[in-house]
């Protein structure tokens, strides 16, 4: 599917512009209008590619396949992640060893908690997956094989939920939730589910996304949560997250219908087909390496802060920030991948 490629490209261009704006700017998500509405989707549709891409009709579970799988991600995600995080701290910070203990009892790792967050996530379904095909042949002749995954998602939803509401649950506050990082996955595991879920089931929902009035339903939600969302975002997140929840995920279906109807103009067939699954298929070195490259220019966000409100112009400065962070990394990534050793060892390959 070359247009979820291009997909995928198109999410990464929005993580690093994401960070070029919040590292590079100093801008803040409350301050700016492109930011506060990139922050709803990007890493929702990020994980919901990778819960995506994580099933496979042909897998056979066994004890020594469930083993096979788990090293595999252990190795790509923890060895890269060790070693560009320790070059991120190295480069960029004076103290190191200080820096690197204040970044690691933090959830989001200076920036390189996603890898360790995909890690737990691929983990957690490995483990399900093997537990689910015991069950799998019973419940496919009582033709209700989707109800293990349903639940599983609805668990992980609720888990979401929890974590928005101080008031009734206190478990937010571990320290072992931050330096794990695992507060991140669960906020965000139903979306790797949710994709988990469409891949499983792609003829379905093919057929639903077809549909002309489920296109309007989702255009139409995307719109009202966000009106709502953007008035009522300085609430509680226990009474606010409702419509930011809905927001995200009708603005990230929205991606995919946008992507999936215009899948020929995605191809390699065509110049930004190329660049986009150019970069899709790289997310991994895009991601681990942009940090080392982000360009530093304070001035910009108050800069931006005093033409407020103005999107297009921060969505440009932050697209072209991010056109130049990519650029140099996809190099810097073709000048190391020479080496078959780190081409193995940093990007899994």
Same mark, same amino acid.
């Given at each position: 599917m070359e247009w979820i490629?291009?997909?995928? *490209?198109?999410? =990464?261009?929005?993580?690093?512009? %994401?960070?070029v704006s919040m590292m590079g700017f100093g801008e803040n998500p409350k301050d700016s209008s492109y930011l506060s509405l990139c922050v709803l989707f990007r890493m929702p549709l990020f994980?919901? #590619?990778?819960?995506?891409? @994580? %099933?496979?009709?042909?897998? #056979?579970?066994s004890l020594r396949e469930l083993l096979r799988l788990l090293w595999k991600k252990i190795r790509i995600q923890i060895i890269p992640t060790a070693v560009f995080f320790a070059l991120f701290i190295?480069?960029?910070?004076?103290?190191?060893?200080?820096?690197?203990?204040?970044? =690691?009892?933090?959830d989001t790792? *200076?920036?390189?908690?996603?890898?360790?967050?995909?890690?737990?996530?691929?983990?957690?379904?490995?483990?399900?997956?093997?537990?689910?095909?015991?069950?799998?042949?019973?419940?496919?002749? +009582?033709?209700?094989?989707?109800?293990?995954?349903?639940?599983?998602? =609805?668990?992980? +939803?609720? @888990?979401y939920?929890?974590?928005?509401?101080?008031?009734?649950?206190?478990?937010?506050?571990?320290?072992?939730?931050?330096?794990?990082s695992f507060s991140q996955t669960i906020i965000f595991m139903h979306f790797f589910l949710a994709g988990n879920i469409v891949r499983r089931y792609w003829k379905a929902f093919e057929r639903l996304f077809d549909t002309t009035w489920f296109s309007a339903t989702v255009m139409t939600l995307a719109i009202i949560m966000l009106c709502e969302h953007f008035r009522w975002h300085e609430l509680r997140k226990q009474w606010a997250n409702l419509p930011r929840t809905i927001a995200m995920y009708s603005l990230m279906t929205s991606?995919? +219908?946008?992507?999936?109807?215009?899948?020929?103009?995605?191809?390699?067939?065509?110049?930004? *087909?190329?660049?986009?699954? %150019?970069?899709?298929?790289?997310?991994?070195?895009? %991601?681990? =390496?942009?940090?080392?490259?982000?360009?530093?220019?304070p001035a910009i966000g108050p800069w931006l802060r005093a033409c407020r409100p103005n999107f297009t112009l921060d969505l440009a400065c932050s697209l072209a920030g991010a056109a130049v962070v990519i650029a140099v990394c996809l190099v810097a990534s073709s000048i190391l991948r020479m080496s078959?050793?780190?081409?193995?060892? +940093?990007?899994?390959?």
């Open positions: 490629d291009s997909m995928r *490209g198109f999410t =990464l261009i929005l993580v690093v512009a %994401y960070h994980f919901f #590619i990778s819960g995506f891409f @994580a %099933y496979s009709s042909r897998t #056979i579970w190295i480069m960029l910070h004076r103290s190191a060893w200080e820096k690197a203990l204040d970044l =690691l009892q933090r790792k *200076g920036g390189y908690w996603f890898t360790l967050v995909l890690l737990q996530m691929f983990i957690i379904y490995y483990l399900f997956a093997f537990a689910e095909s015991f069950l799998t042949p019973r419940l496919k002749r +009582l033709n209700i094989g989707w109800l293990p995954i349903v639940l599983f998602w =609805l668990l992980a +939803l609720g @888990a939920a929890t974590w928005y509401m101080p008031s009734w649950f206190h478990y937010q506050k571990a320290a072992w939730l931050q330096w794990s991606v995919i +219908l946008f992507f999936r109807h215009y899948a020929e103009r995605f191809s390699k067939q065509t110049l930004a *087909g190329r660049c986009l699954q %150019y970069i899709g298929v790289r997310t991994l070195d895009v %991601y681990l =390496l942009h940090f080392l490259f982000i360009i530093h220019i078959p050793f780190l081409k193995r060892h +940093l990007f899994g390959r």
